[in-house]
């Protein structure tokens, strides 16, 4: 992950998303508005984890959970 791909992402998902969620919804306390942001920060982290995953060679041109289902047969087959 770039320095500037990190940066853009915790801006949007860690303040302008969760700021807009928070003033949509009329939501009152900071404990929400802190929810709304490790919520979104967590989701924006495993998706990009997907995403670093699939870029790798071996995984190319397969879908998430094809590439988990190989991954998890030769697992079983080399234990």
Do not use: C, N, Q
């Amino acid at each position: 992950m770039t320095g500037r791909r990190l940066v853009v992402g915790l801006i949007a998902m860690g303040v302008a998303l969760p700021v807009t969620i928070f003033l949509l919804l009329g939501l009152r306390t900071l404990s929400d508005y802190f929810t709304i942001a490790a919520s979104s920060i967590l989701a924006w982290g495993v998706a990009d984890l997907f995403a670093i995953l699939l870029e790798r060679p071996r995984l190319k041109d397969k879908t998430p959970g094809g590439a988990i289902r190989e991954d998890w047969d030769r697992r079983h087959k080399e234990s």
